[in-house]
């Protein structure tokens, strides 16, 4: 079974202060990918970010930046010098070689920005 | 236009009516996705479509009736709804083969309130 749990269920932090949203997962699969979505008040889901099983490389673009670790099957976010454009709801996500075209969610992070 | 066009935003129902929600894609994807987001839950799969065929009903129950007349459209019958299926419902959409490369491009939802 496939499992992506974000324990963190809502967050709020003062502007330009640093803030991790953290994710775990579970798969049996040896070939999976991790996804990382955003949902602003306007409700689409936008695409942040991919990584698949085999690249555990750090990655920072502009003021995100994600870690994965499979050794701890996690793939944690942190926003840097917080805004208040960043607040919004927060998705990991999971897809598995036996999962096919399916993408599993977990159930958010939402994020609060204070100014 | 954005890629994937949900109509209408919002929408009010009684328990006795009969609606439809309109999913429309421009991006030339041939997979598209029903998804339910209650407050507080994981997104739920709700139904996947591949090159216009069913290929996933993750045990919805009938008074949702999905249809998907090519590979561009999806619609959500919706009949006898009950007040806990009051959710935002999204679609979504990706080039079967690239999911892995871009996830899925998703709407921006249909708030649903069943009264």
């Known amino acids: 079974a496939q499992k992506v749990t974000q324990a963190q269920t809502e967050i709020s932090v003062v502007e330009k202060e640093d803030v991790t949203l953290d994710c775990v997962y579970e798969t049996r699969d040896t070939t999976y990918y991790l996804f990382w979505y955003k949902q602003p008040p306007s409700g689409e889901l936008v695409f942040l970010i991919r990584r698949n099983s085999f690249d555990e490389q750090n990655e920072i673009s502009g003021r995100y930046s994600w870690n994965f670790q499979k050794s701890t099957s996690s793939f944690n976010f942190t926003i840097t010098a917080s805004q208040v454009v960043d607040s919004a709801v927060y998705f990991c996500?999971?897809?598995?070689?036996?999962?096919?075209?399916?993408?599993?969610f977990g159930s958010g992070t939402r994020l609060s920005i204070r100014p | 236009e954005t890629g994937v066009t949900q109509t209408p935003r919002h929408l009010v129902m009684g328990m006795t009516n009969k609606k439809s929600l309109k999913c429309e894609q421009h991006?030339?994807?041939?997979?598209m996705y029903w998804y339910k987001q209650s407050a507080k839950k994981p997104l739920e799969l709700m139904f996947v479509?591949?090159?216009?065929?069913?290929?996933e009903n993750n045990s919805v129950p009938s008074r949702f009736s999905p249809e998907c007349p090519n590979s561009s459209h999806l619609f959500l019958h919706l009949h006898t709804l009950q007040p806990e299926d009051s959710a935002l419902y999204l679609c979504?959409?990706?080039?079967?083969?690239?999911?892995?490369?871009?996830?899925?491009?998703f709407g921006s939802g249909t708030r649903l309130t069943v009264v």
């Open positions: 479509y591949n090159f216009k065929e069913q290929t």
């Open positions: 979504a959409s990706s080039q079967d083969g690239e999911l892995f490369n871009y996830g899925y491009t």
């Open positions: 996500a999971l897809s598995g070689s036996s999962s096919a075209s399916k993408i599993i």
């Open positions: 991006l030339g994807h041939n997979a």
